[in-house]
């Protein structure tokens, strides 16, 4: 399939053995949590920048598990471009 080999650990990603502390991930797209919160209340307004749509709980997830891989990849960036702008603070 797709020329993957059949065995199971080939899929394996090593990122995935630890879990980022909470508290560093919320640092990445603060304000997230807010809209999880908005979203869970369902506390929508006329003006409101976050609007109802079918995809607005999906989209707010994707954002939580991309903040959570960028930074478990963040570990091998560093490592193999620490010059970039974005290590230097």
Not at 2 to 26: M, V
Not at 70 to 89: A, G, N, R
Request: charged share 15%; hydrophobic share 45%.
């Amino acid at each position: 399939m797709a020329c993957f080999p059949t065995y199971g650990r080939s899929f394996y990603l090593a990122r995935a053995a630890l879990n980022p502390p909470t508290s560093l991930c919320k640092k990445l797209f603060p304000a997230n949590s807010e809209w999880i919160d908005r979203l869970a209340a369902k506390e929508h307004s006329p003006g409101d920048s976050i609007q109802p749509t079918v995809a607005e709980n999906v989209f707010v997830q994707v954002i939580m598990m991309f903040r959570k891989t960028f930074m478990q990849d963040s570990v091998l960036m560093m490592e193999l471009h620490p010059c970039y702008p974005i290590w230097q603070h």
